[in-house]
């Protein structure tokens, strides 16, 4: 079964920051990589997934995430965050031979100081 | 794009009751449907995964006579937690996936509070 581990509990950090989260994972065959955000008190958001191809995926509000294979990573970037960022972003694996079932992470919380 | 509906989004119940939880995709055809459960500031925790048509396949510590689940058909699953008490108490999130996709779509997730 895969396995998933994010690095930073919590981070905080100024507006207008870079922010960047480590993902790694641990599976051994071919696997589908996701982020999501969950803002407080609110349900999960897909921010963005890689399944194949360029291992540089951009997603929604201004996040990319980089694949490196050969690291088992995944790492979530923002070049500037702003405020409105603050909220807990999980990292999350499927693969198709254990039938897509999501692994997330323990998740890590941003608190982006105005 | 895919939408999946989760019904209520929040429910109080008094403990020893039944409370059913749905789980609707909207614009596609389910073929799995995965129950999720989240303790505050935790991550997701998957419950059980259930495919139409057949009985649902519990993960390990999940008591399968207190989390029913039905997926009769292919845009809806159920969730019944029985006999409720209060450590059931916590946010449930379903998701679906079509066959043939690696990716699975979210509900907005349930606020169960057992009194």
């Known amino acids: 079964a895969q396995s998933v581990s994010q690095h930073n509990h919590h981070v905080i950090l100024s507006e207008a920051a870079s922010l960047e989260l480590g993902c790694n994972y641990s599976y051994g065959g071919t696997v589908n990589l996701f982020w999501y955000v969950q803002y407080p008190g609110q349900h999960l958001q897909l921010l963005l997934k890689?399944?194949?191809?360029?291992?540089l995926v951009k997603g929604i509000k201004g996040f990319e995430a980089e694949f490196i294979k050969s690291k088992f990573s995944f790492n979530l970037r923002k070049p500037s965050v702003q405020w409105s960022d603050t909220a807990e972003y999980f990292c999350a694996v499927n693969a198709r031979s254990n039938d897509y079932k999501l692994s997330f992470g323990a998740g890590t919380t941003v608190t982006v100081r105005a | 794009g895919a939408v999946v509906s989760q019904h209520p989004s929040r429910v109080i119940c008094k403990s020893g009751t039944s409370v059913k939880i749905e789980c609707r995709s909207l614009d596609f055809q389910a073929t799995t449907m995965f129950w999720y459960r989240q303790f505050p500031k935790q991550s997701l925790m998957l419950m059980a995964t259930s495919n139409e048509g057949s009985k649902a396949t519990y993960e390990q510590g999940v008591e399968k006579d207190k989390f029913l689940i039905n997926h009769a058909s292919l845009t809806l699953s159920t969730l019944t937690v029985t006999s409720a008490h209060p450590e059931d108490s916590s946010f449930y999130i379903c998701?679906?996936?079509?066959?043939?996709?690696?990716?699975?779509?979210f509900g907005q997730g349930t606020r169960l509070t057992v009194v």
């Open positions: 890689y399944f194949s191809g360029d291992p």
């Open positions: 998701s679906a996936r079509h066959r043939g996709l690696p990716e699975a779509f």
